[in-house]
């Protein structure tokens, strides 16, 4: 059975930092590109970085308020975990972030969709006071 379990979320004042983790199990997790997603009340579930299998490939989304430059997204293959680390964070920030599976084994192309992932964390909420 894979798990995707998100750790790492809570109460930040804007300008601080948090890191999240997402420990995966039940899968060979160095096979998967992964990705984080957010998604904020009301809004969709929109895409937010992303690592390829191997590591040496990091994409960040970029639209407006995008968070290139102030997340980090990386990967121990060891330890089958994927991290966020985000600096300088915004009240806009604050939202459920999920770790998400890329179905797409070995993947390290540029584009990462909701249905393009196979497997889904729950979920940690990330709030950020302004």
């Known amino acids: 059975q894979v798990q995707l379990v998100e750790s790492g979320g809570g109460l930040v004042q804007a300008g601080g930092s948090l890191r999240l983790s997402c420990a995966a199990s039940?899968?060979?997790?160095?096979?998967?590109?992964m990705a984080w997603f957010r998604q904020a009340p009301g809004k969709e579930r929109d895409f937010v970085a992303a690592?390829?299998?191997?590591?040496?490939?990091?994409?960040?989304?970029d639209y407006a308020d995008s968070v290139k430059g102030r997340f980090t997204i990386s990967r121990d293959n060891a330890k089958n975990t994927v991290y966020l680390q985000m600096s300088s964070l915004k009240p806009e920030d604050t939202a459920v972030y999920y770790c998400?599976?890329?179905?797409?084994?070995?993947?390290?192309?540029?584009?990462?969709?909701?249905?393009?992932?196979?497997?889904w964390g729950k979920g940690t909420l990330v709030t950020v006071s302004s």
């Open positions: 690592i390829s299998w191997s590591g040496r490939n990091t994409y960040y989304a």
């Open positions: 998400a599976a890329d179905r797409r084994t070995y993947y390290s192309g540029r584009s990462y969709y909701t249905h393009d992932m196979l497997y």
């Open positions: 039940g899968l060979t997790f160095s096979s998967y590109a």
